[in-house]
Structure formats: C-alpha cells, structure tokens
C-alpha cells in the first residue's frame, strides 16, 4: 500500500507543476501520430518486483453512448501466483485530492460502483489483463482513470485518461451575463444536456476556431476564456491568441459565464417546418404534439457538430433563447464563420420564431421524415459560435 500512495504523490506533484508553470496563454500542441493505438508502457514498478503494471499512454477516445476499454495489464515476478488473490481496482480521479470507486474485482468476485453499476466489466483477454470495459459511456465518465492491482501487500498503479468527442459552448442564462457562481455554472450546463468543460477541452475548441470575449467556469474551478482574434475590449489588441485564465476563483461569491461540454447524441435534432412562427409556448406543444421536446441548448451544438445540422431561420430551444445553427456560412445567414447564433432571449409571449425539436433514437421509419439531411459541406467546419 506504500507504493500506492507513493503512486499518488507522484502523479500530484506532476500536476502541481504543471499548475505552477501553466501560462495564461496556451501554446498549440502537434497532434499524436499515434493516435489510436492500443500501447503498453512501463507505469511504475514496485521495488520488490512483485507486480508490474502496464496502461496505454496518452489517452482513450470515445463518444457518449459508446463503448470502450480502459487498457491495463499485468505481470508478476515470480509468475506462480493464485490468481485468486489478485486483487484489481479502478478509481476515477475526481480532482488532486478525492478518488471515486468505479470497479473491483478479486478472483470471481467483481463489483462496479454507483453510475457504473451495469456498465463496467472486466475485458478478461488473458492472464494479466485487468483492463475494463465502460459500457454506454456518458459525459460524466471523462477523466482520468487508476488501475490498481495488488498480490497480497505489494501494489502497482497506472492510469488512463477517458477523452470524448465533443463540442464546447459557452453558455449564460436568461438573466444575463456573469450571472452563475461555479455550482450554478455545473446545473446550467446540467439543465443543457452537457457538464463543464474541462482546461483540456477549451484549449481542443481554440485551437478549433473558438473565439469568445466572455469569462466562464471550468470544471477545475477556474475561470478562462479562448480568444482566436485578439482585440481591445477583450485583453488588449497587442496580447497573443490564447486561453486567458484568470485562475481559480471563489465558487460560491464570484460570478461568471460558463464553458459547456456536449457529446454525440442518442436522437436526432430538427427543424420543425410549420406554416406560421409561433410564441415559446406555443412551440413547446408544437414539439410535443411531434413526439418530441424542445431541443436543448447542448443539443442544438452537438446537432451542427456531428449531424452537420445548417439552418438559416431562428428557432426557439429549451432554455428560452433563439438560435440556428450554420455549417456553410452565407452572408445572409449571420456572418462569414460557421457556428450557432445566438439572437438572445426574447419575450416568450410576444415574440413569434420556428423551434427547434429533439426525437430520441427510434426504430420508426417516419422519424426520418420530419429531420433534415446533413448538408454537404463547402467550409471547415470550426468549433465556434456567435451572437447576434
């Protein structure tokens, strides 16, 4: 159990180094050639030499609604150990300071834990695998993962990191901008489909084209916000392009923006085509006389990333606000860069748009008809967003 905490000390080290020579402004990184791959590397190895264990490098890349294997294998020295007494653990790494069960096991005996249970089983490749399986993984399974493996009282450790594909956004509500504390922030984004993004994410959606003036919270607690172009009114025009950060602030008093995360989804956004525009209320049923709900802000955004969703015409969506996403942008259609517009929250009542509607995965073959097809596009299709 030393080597295990030692494990730990070590991994919290690299990262209060990598918090201290963190810059405000976030050097682009070449992307992994070896993306993809299955590879083993050396972890850490007890000083007895009684279990090694080996994990993949880098990170592991799936969608919500997939399936994955968090990788981790085995050996021991001598190799005449009772495979009965081996003991594998995986933890998720929540934060520096706090690990959450997600899996046990111990000879034939196995055991997932809370939002895992269900979902999470051994691979059983062979002798020394003691990789797992994440079922129907969600946008709460990103992070960083613990293999543990002990033989009596020797242990080892290695980790893996979970990625999804995904899109951020940055979101406020109806009352306005700076408005949520951090755990306001969490339930915003909660209430959208999506969970905050994390350091890792923004800087994936910069280097995408996310241009944004506004501060927000991260999922770490600290506040930053992606500028693409700079200028003036947002840091100064002379700065360079980067992810500014304003570091860690206090969750319950201050008060900001929010960056958003949001993965494929299990349905189909659309446009519902109507003869005449119609008040919030209105649009609501009209969703609902459908077979479907409202779209979702986060929906909407995983819509024009991943079913290349483009409409020019304005839509109500759940949170109250119109908008429309673009994948070709067209100058009549709210400027030269593809995203989704934002025309802000107008009166519920008294305002008429279209709406946007969310259909949940059917076998039904008439769900086709009422969604628009993917649009072939002209333009690169950036990680960006826009108001009107």
């Known amino acids: 159990m030393m080597m295990k905490l030692q494990g730990r000390l070590w991994w919290l080290a690299s990262l209060s180094c990598t918090v201290l020579l963190f810059s405000p402004f976030v050097t682009p990184h070449p992307a992994d050639p070896d993306k993809g791959r299955r590879k083993v590397v050396h972890v850490l190895e007890d000083d007895s030499g009684a279990v090694i264990v080996q994990t993949a490098p880098g990170k592991v890349v ?90 009596d009282m020797e242990d080892d450790t290695g980790f893996v990191s979970l990625d999804l594909e995904g899109v951020v956004f940055p979101y406020y509500p109806r009352l306005g901008r700076y408005k949520l504390n951090y755990h306001d922030a969490e339930e915003s984004c909660k209430q959208q489909d999506a969970i905050l993004a994390s350091h ?30 700079p200028r003036d009114q947002c840091g100064r025009k002379d700065t360079p392009a980067g992810v500014r950060n304003y570091g860690y602030r206090h969750k319950e008093d201050e008060r900001y923006d929010a960056f958003c995360f949001t993965s494929k989804l299990n349905g189909q956004v659309y446009f519902l085509k109507r003869f005449k525009k119609v008040s919030y209320p209105e649009a609501l049923k009209a969703c609902q006389r459908d077979g479907s709900a409202m779209a979702k802000v986060g929906q909407l955004y995983a819509a024009w990333k991943f079913q290349l969703l483009d409409r020019c015409e304005a839509g109500w969506v759940e949170d109250g606000s119109v908008r429309y996403p673009i994948v070709n942008p067209r100058a009549r259609c709210g400027g030269s860069e593809p995203g989704v517009r934002n025309l802000g929250f107008p009166d519920k009542k008294f305002r008429l748009y279209g ?16 969604v628009q097809a993917p649009v072939k596009t002209t333009a690169k299709l950036a990680n960006s967003t826009r108001s009107i």
């Open 355 to 370: 709406v946007y509607c969310f259909r949940k995965d059917s076998p039904d073959p008439e769900v086709q008809t009422t």
């Open 200 to 229: 890792a994410q923004l800087h994936k959606a910069w280097l995408e084209g996310l241009d944004w003036c506004n501060a927000g919270w991260l999922e770490d607690g600290s506040v930053q916000y992606p500028i693409s172009h």
């Open 62 to 151: 799936t969608h919500r609604g997939g399936t994955i294997t968090l990788p981790c294998r085995f050996h021991h020295e001598p190799e005449n150990v009772d495979p009965a007494r081996i003991r594998i653990k995986w933890t998720k790494v929540t934060d520096a300071f706090q690990f959450e069960d997600v899996f046990v096991a111990l000879g034939r005996q196995q055991r997932a834990f809370g939002p895992y249970r269900g979902r999470v089983d051994l691979e059983q490749a062979g002798v020394g695998d003691a990789s797992v399986i994440i079922h129907n993984v969600t946008l709460q399974d990103y992070g960083r993962y613990e293999c543990e493996v002990t033989n």
